[in-house]
C-alpha cells in the first residue's frame, strides 16, 4: 500500500478541496512540477518490483470475450468463475441471476442477512466479509450502493484474496470507484469498472440490446487475469447485452447529460403527485411511466448520481436555465400584452373598452374565474388604432 | 345576437380583467344579485322565441351514435354529412382524412392556399370563408389554431349558414371555445366542443384506444341537429376512440395537469439539447422522444394551452416548487456535510487531515478536476470521533 501514496491517481480522489480558499491551494505553476496523467503515470510506475500491466489491449480482449461467449469455437466447455458479490440488496440479487445462469459459482457477503435467500437460489452466502474473502474467489464483484462502496471497499481484508483478484463493480458512475480501486487495490489485483446501463425493472424481460458500458481499467496482459476478465465480460456479451467500452470519465459526461438528467425528471415530477385522468395522452404515459420507475430508485441512488458525477451540478444548472427560458417565454408574451393594454392604451380583441364596464359587473365571473386570462392573449390587430382612453378608477 | 348580452357565458368571456384593481372591481355581495352558472342560465332562458335546447340527453346521445357507428343495424345506409373545416393546417387536414375515410363530404378554407392539396384529396376548397358558408355545411369544424380561433370565428358571415348549423372545435383547450361559441353563434346553432386527444404524430398508426373528449354543449333533441351530432361523434367511434364525455371545464382541468405539463417537460428540455449517446437508458429514449415530439408543435400551441387554460399557470407554479424541493434536497444535503467540516471540524472518511496537504500537492487535480465533490458526499462515521484540528490556512 505504500508504494501508492506515490500514485497521482489514489491522491487525486481525497484532496479535502473545499476546505482551502483558492488562493492557499498549491498551484501547479508554484510547484514547477511536470504533470503527469493519471494514466500515463500508471503505466509507467512499477510497484512492488514487477511492472503495472499496461491498459488492456482492446481488440485482443474483445476476440478473447466472443471466445468465452462461444466456447464451442474454442472446442472446449469453460470453467466457470468463482464470483464474490460485495453488497446483496436489489442489484447484487438480479446480478446473481445472469451469473448462475451463465454457469459460474456465486457467493456473497452484505451487511443485511441474506442467508436464506442464497440458499435458495444455490448461493454462498457469508455473513462476514473476511469468510468471503478466505474463499478467494477469482472476481470480487462490488454491488454496494454509491454512498457505502467507500467505507465497504475500505473494510475489505485485501491480504485474504488471491493475488490476481480481478475487483469489478457496477456503480452507477465510474470515475468515483476508478479512483477508489486504484487507491485502495494492491497493485496486482485487476480492475474492471462497468455500469449495466439497466437494472431489474428495465431489464426485467432479458438484456437483448441493453447497453453494458466497461472500463479495462488495469489487467494483466497475457495472465489468468486476462482470461478470467474475458470470461467474466463474456456474461453480459452472451445475455445480449450491447457492449460499450468507454472510459469512466466519458461514461460519467454522458451519464450526467442522460441517466441524470432522466432521474432529475422523474425526481421532479414525483413532488407533482401526477395522477391518471380519464383524458391521458401518450405523451402524459410516458412521464407517469417515469416517474414510477424513478421512485422505485432510493432516494440514495439519485443523491450518488448527483454527488460522485463532477458534471451533475453542471446539468443541474443546464437545466434550471432551460425553465427560466421557458417561463420567461411565456410571461414575457403575457406581460407585452398588457403592456400594450395599460400604457398605450391599445384595446384588445372582444375586450369591452373601459368605459364599458358599468355595463357588466352583474355578470363578472366568480374568483376562481377571474384567473382567465384568455381575453389578454392575442396582440392588438393592426386595424385597432391606439385610442385614448380614461385612466383607471375615473 | 342582441339577446346574448344577457348570457354570463357571453360575458364573461372578455372581461378586462387585470386591468381593474381589485379594490375598484365590483363584488358579488357588492351587486346584491344572484348568482347563475352559465349552465343554469342557458337550460333556463329563451333567444328568439324559441326554447333553447336543453343539454343533450347523454345516454339517448350514445345510442343514437351507436346506431351511427353501426348502420346496418338500424338495416339502412346513412346519407354523409358535409363538413366545412375551417382552419386547413397540419390538424385540419390530419381531421380530413377520417372524415373521408368514414363517407364524409368535405369542404375547406383556410388563410394559407390549400387549393392544390384539396384538389387531390377530393376536397372542396374555397380561398374566401363566405363562399364556404353558402354551401351551407351541416357541420362547421373549427381546426384554427388556439390563438387565432377568436379572429377567425368572428369573421365568420354567420348569417349566410343554416339556421341548425352545427359548430365543432378540436381545439386542445376547451373552456375558451365553448364560450366564445356561446357568444357568438345565434342561438339556433348547435355545439360540440371536442379534443381528440392525438394528433399526426401519436395517431399516425391509428386511432384504436385513443381518447376523444366531447362536450355537447348545446345541441337541439329530437331534431335533425340532433342526428347530425351524433353522426358527427360516430366518425371518431368507428375509428376506434375511446369516447369521453366530459364537460369543458373538467377537461381544462385534467389537461393542465396532464397535457400541459408534458408540453412544459418537452420545451424545458428542448433547450437542453439532448443528444443520444452510446449509453442511452429506456427513460432517457423516452425523453429524447417526448421532445421530438413537442417540438414539432409550434410553440405558439404550447402558448394557448398556457395562455388559454385557466389552470396552467398554478401547473407551472407547482413545478416551479417541484424542482425546488428536488434541488434543496440535493444541495442541503451536501451543505450539511460540509458543515460539519468546515464548523464543526469532524474530518471525513478518506479525506487526509489538513495538516496533511502539504504532502500533496505535486498531485493536486487539474481545474476540471477540482469540480468533483465525490470525497465529500458521505456523511462522517460514528466511529471517527470529532477532532479539533488547526483553522485553514494556518
Keep these: 500500500m505504500a508504494a501508492f501514496q506515490f500514485c497521482p491517481c489514489a491522491q487525486q480522489v481525497h484532496q479535502p478541496k473545499l476546505l482551502l480558499p483558492p488562493s492557499l491551494a498549491p498551484t501547479r505553476a508554484s510547484t514547477k512540477i511536470p504533470m503527469f496523467t493519471p494514466h500515463n503515470n500508471l503505466l509507467s510506475a512499477k ?45 447484487g440479487q438480479f446480478m446473481a441471476k445472469a451469473l448462475i445462469r451463465q454457469g459460474h459459482s456465486v457467493l456473497a457477503t452484505s451487511r443485511s442477512d441474506y442467508s436464506q435467500y442464497c440458499e435458495k437460489h444455490g448461493i454462498e452466502y457469508y455473513s462476514k466479509m473476511e469468510e468471503m474473502c478466505e474463499q478467494q474467489p477469482d472476481v470480487v464483484l462490488v454491488c454496494t450502493s454509491i454512498l457505502s462502496a467507500e467505507n465497504i471497499l475500505r473494510s ?147 443523491y450518488g448520481l448527483f454527488m460522485y458525477n463532477v458534471n451533475a451540478t453542471e446539468q443541474i444548472e443546464n437545466l434550471d436555465r432551460a425553465f427560466e427560458t421557458v417561463k420567461q417565454k411565456l410571461f414575457g408574451r403575457l406581460h407585452d400584452i398588457l403592456r400594450k393594454q395599460i400604457i398605450e392604451r391599445v384595446p384588445h380583441q372582444g375586450v369591452p373598452s373601459i368605459r364599458d364596464t358599468t355595463k357588466t359587473p352583474y355578470f363578472l365571473p366568480k374568483r376562481e374565474e377571474m384567473r382567465d386570462l384568455s381575453s389578454f392573449a392575442m396582440p392588438p390587430q393592426k386595424e385597432e388604432l391606439p385610442q385614448k382612453t380614461e385612466v383607471l378608477g375615473r
Design 47 to 91: 510497484f512492488s518490483g514487477k511492472p503495472i500491466p499496461a491498459k488492456f489491449n482492446g481488440s485482443h480482449l474483445k476476440s478473447q470475450i466472443r471466445a468465452c461467449a462461444n466456447p464451442d469455437s474454442k472446442g472446449s466447455k469453460e470453467e466457470g468463475l468463482r464470483i464474490g458479490i460485495v453488497g446483496f440488496g436489489n442489484f
Design 156 to 302: 475489505i481484508p485485501v491480504h485474504k484474496l488471491k493475488p490476481d483478484t480481478i475487483f469489478a463493480d457496477v456503480l452507477s458512475v465510474k470515475q468515483f470507484p476508478k479512483n477508489l480501486f486504484l487507491e485502495i487495490l494492491p497493485p496486482e489485483f485487476g480492475i474492471i469498472c462497468t455500469h449495466p446501463m439497466f437494472g431489474p425493472e428495465s431489464g426485467k424481460n432479458g438484456w437483448s440490446g441493453l447497453p453494458f458500458v466497461y472500463d479495462n481499467v488495469r489487467i494483466a496482459q497475457g495472465t489468468e487475469q486476462e482470461k478470467s476478465c474475458a470470461k467474466f465480460l463474456s456474461i453480459f456479451e452472451n445475455e445480449g447485452c450491447r457492449m460499450v467500452e468507454m472510459s469512466c470519465e466519458e461514461h460519467d459526461r454522458h451519464a450526467a447529460g442522460s441517466q441524470f438528467i432522466t432521474h432529475t425528471i422523474g425526481r421532479i415530477l414525483s413532488h407533482l403527485d401526477l395522477e391518471s385522468t380519464p383524458i391521458n395522452t401518450r405523451g402524459y404515459e410516458t412521464l407517469l411511466q417515469l416517474t414510477e420507475n424513478t421512485v422505485s430508485d432510493s432516494f440514495d441512488l439519485y
